[in-house]
């Protein structure tokens, strides 16, 4: 019987380049991550260009979600920047958006976010709240209670004066939750 994965693995086995010679439909699901963000690269957001415009690999927008778990979020250091401490069970669940991006915005993310001397790359369970990809996206589903494992840029290697920072749920670049307003990296 034909199914779609013994036909892809005789194209693989008939192609001296592997994965590598196959069309773009399956180059994208072999190389997308999930990624969950709750910063400066939310919608609205100063850095939130970089996800969707191109520029730097490819991008999609999923949907929104919640960390299942509560995380300590703090505003910090001296440009105000959004951190998501790796200490779940304190703080609250924290809001954000679900990317599925390629391996080259997923480098480019890692460069930019400084991973890992200051934040670190984790797989974390989101819980989808609005999902807007569905079907559209290969490779992406929510299991039946609607969590998704997505990688977060949290950190590990924080001041531990951080945790008596007040803790927030959902973050602003521009201060409408009360949090500093952040210095972007053009004014620093
Ligand atoms: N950028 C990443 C981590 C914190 C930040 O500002 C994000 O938006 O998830």
């Given at each position: ?66 960390t299942a778990e509560k995380y300590p979020l703090v505003v910090a250091g001296m440009y105000n920047i959004p951190f998501l ?42 819980r989808m709240l609005e999902w807007e990809a569905s079907d559209k996206v290969l490779g992406v589903q929510p299991d039946a ?30 201060g409408k939750f009360g949090h500093p307003i952040y210095v972007p990296r053009s004014n620093r």
């Amino acid at each position: 019987m034909f199914t779609i994965w013994s036909v892809l693995g005789a194209i693989k086995r008939s192609s001296p380049h592997g994965w590598h010679n196959l069309g773009p439909a399956v180059k994208k699901f072999g190389n997308m991550s999930n990624v969950f963000v709750y910063g400066t690269l939310k919608k609205g957001q100063p850095n939130h260009h970089y996800m969707i415009d191109g520029t730097k690999g490819r991008g999609q927008y999923c949907g929104s979600g919640i960390t299942a778990e509560k995380y300590p979020l703090v505003v910090a250091g001296m440009y105000n920047i959004p951190f998501l401490l790796q200490k779940p069970g304190s703080g609250h669940p924290v809001s954000g958006e679900i990317y599925n991006v390629d391996s080259q915005l997923l480098q480019f993310l890692d460069k930019f976010e400084g991973c890992p001397e200051v934040y670190q790359r984790k797989q974390v369970k989101i819980r989808m709240l609005e999902w807007e990809a569905s079907d559209k996206v290969l490779g992406v589903q929510p299991d039946a209670d609607g969590m998704l494992l997505c990688f977060v840029y949290c950190t590990n290697t924080y001041d531990s004066k951080w945790l008596d920072l007040p803790y927030c749920s959902n973050y602003d670049a521009f201060g409408k939750f009360g949090h500093p307003i952040y210095v972007p990296r053009s004014n620093r």
